[in-house]
Structure formats: C-alpha cells, structure tokens
C-alpha cells in the first residue's frame, strides 16, 4: 500500500471513528482529518522508531503488546500538534483503543492489498 492510499485510510478511519465514537475521538472537519494523518505519518516516521528502540526491552516484556501503547503515544502526541481542539481524545484510555482499531483497519486494508497482487 502506498503513502498516499494510507493516508487516505488513516483520515477515513479518524473520520469514521469519530463518527461512530464520538465520546472517544473529536474530529472537526475532513480537512483536519487529513492533516492529522500527515501529522501521524511524520511522527511514524520520525519519533515511532526512537520510541520503540528505547522500550524494546519493555516490548519483548509484554510479547509486544506495549508497541500499542506506543501507537497510543503517537496518536496523542498527534492530538498535540494538530490542536485538541480541532484533533483530540477524550484519554489516553480512548487513544489507546484508537490505536487498537486503527492497528486493525491498516492491518486488513494491507492484507487486501497483497491479496490482490
């Protein structure tokens, strides 16, 4: 899957979680869904690898499972520089469940896709 095509899925999955979640996740436009996906997108890139080498040990603790507090952490500090009123949670609890969900959309729109090949 390409950059592009994630970033289009990412910003539907803002969109529809804070459709379907509105307690959880505050979303206030698609313009801002979108730019809240390139902002997630450098921090992947940028932030996510540093974070994750310095909690490996923490990681391979917990069988891995503590890369989703990370994917948490990403999606907060992301809520951050958007602007919480524009990109917010409600907790760090309702990021974390965010990520789970967004964890498992990437996951099968990128199974999809390498059916299709």
Do not use: C
Not at 40 to 66: A, D, E, R
Not at 89 to 103: D, P
Request: hydrophobic share 60%.
């Amino acid at each position: 899957m390409g950059y592009f095509q994630r970033l289009l899925v990412n910003m539907l999955t803002f969109i529809s979680l804070s459709v379907l979640l509105p307690s959880m996740i505050h979303v206030r436009s698609f313009w801002i869904a979108l730019v809240a996906s390139f902002v997630l997108s450098l921090l992947n890139g940028l932030v996510k690898p540093v974070l994750t080498v310095l909690s490996l040990p923490l990681t391979l603790l917990t069988f891995g499972l503590f890369s989703l507090v990370i994917n948490g952490l990403m999606l907060q500090m992301t809520s951050f520089f958007v602007g919480q009123q524009n990109f917010g949670f409600a907790s760090f609890g309702a990021a974390f469940l965010i990520a789970i969900i967004m964890t498992v959309v990437n996951t099968i729109v990128t199974e999809h896709n390498m059916d299709k090949r």
